[in-house]
């Protein structure tokens, strides 16, 4: 009995039945629309701003971090550019003094005060460079 039923309900031609699909798809797609248009599905549009909303926050919080990051990293950068430069500074005085002055380059002292204000800045920029490629990697 079931067959017979389902047998009638089939169309004898696969064209009329596609068409009979396409006009029920096209009117539940009006129907879709005309409710969207009306306001009828505010709850789920409720749902798609709100979820947006969240990413939207997620995102916005994780760019405050990384840009506090970097202000941070940046601030311990030139925090140690002058220490460098304050501990130095007195070395660098004595070699100026002593080589404007006339002392001779053998002496000890303006030799050894020579290659720490060579080598300090130097070892700095170095570590600053692999810091910084440590966290482009």
């Given at each position: ?9 089939t169309?004898?031609?696969?064209v009329v ?7 029920a ?8 629309l005309?409710a ?14 709100q ?13 405050q ?10 601030a ?7 220490l ?11 070699v ?16 050894t005060?020579?290659w720490?204000?060579?080598?300090c800045p ?16």
């Amino acid at each position: 009995m079931k067959t017979a039923g389902w047998a009638d309900s089939t169309p004898a031609n696969p064209v009329v039945g596609a068409a009979a699909n396409l006009r029920a798809d096209a009117d539940a797609a009006h129907r879709g629309l005309l409710a969207a248009l009306a306001g009828k599905q505010a709850v789920r549009d409720r749902a798609v701003a709100q979820k947006t909303r969240r990413v939207v926050r997620t995102s916005l919080g994780v760019m405050q971090d990384q840009s506090a990051s970097r202000r941070r990293s940046r601030a311990l950068a030139m925090a140690a550019l002058l220490l460098v430069l304050l501990a130095l500074g007195p070395f660098v005085w004595h070699v100026t003094d002593g080589l404007l002055g006339g002392e001779h380059m053998a002496d000890i002292f303006t030799q050894t005060s020579l290659w720490i204000c060579i080598l300090c800045p130097v070892i700095l920029a170095a570590v600053i460079v692999a810091g910084w490629a440590r966290i482009k990697q």
